[in-house]
């Protein structure tokens, strides 16, 4: 039964789903009030996309915090799902 369920997730594209999910409620804790300024718009292969709303906040997040923040949200995961963040200005 474990098998057909984990087939019937790959297959539907609901287990990605799943995983994005976990990544996206990792993040919101690891970055806690600050994440009111941010917000996870996708998860693929390893790589998080962040958007932010200003470029000082972008900035801060590139050189500073961000690597952080990646730790952070792997320790909320408790695995290394997380590789990298790419953090773009909000569009």
Same mark, same amino acid.
């Given at each position: 039964?474990?098998?057909?369920?984990?087939?019937?997730?790959a297959?539907? +594209?609901l287990? /990605?789903?799943?995983?994005?999910?976990?990544?996206?409620?990792?993040w /919101?804790k690891?970055?806690? !009030?600050? +994440? *009111?300024? !941010?917000?996870?718009?996708?998860?693929?292969? +390893?790589?998080?996309?962040?958007?932010?709303?200003? /470029?000082?906040l972008?900035?801060?997040? *590139? @050189?500073?915090?961000?690597e952080?923040?990646r730790?952070?949200? @792997?320790a909320?995961?408790?695995t290394?799902?997380?590789?990298?963040?790419?953090?773009?200005?909000?569009?």
């Open positions: 039964m474990s098998d057909v369920l984990s087939q019937y997730l297959q539907s +594209g287990g /990605a789903r799943l995983q994005r999910g976990k990544v996206f409620d990792a /919101a690891a970055v806690g !009030t600050q +994440g *009111r300024r !941010t917000r996870a718009v996708r998860f693929r292969d +390893g790589e998080l996309t962040v958007e932010v709303q200003s /470029a000082a972008l900035q801060e997040l *590139r @050189n500073f915090t961000g952080d923040l730790r952070r949200t @792997n909320h995961l408790g290394e799902k997380v590789r990298r963040i790419d953090f773009q200005l909000e569009r």
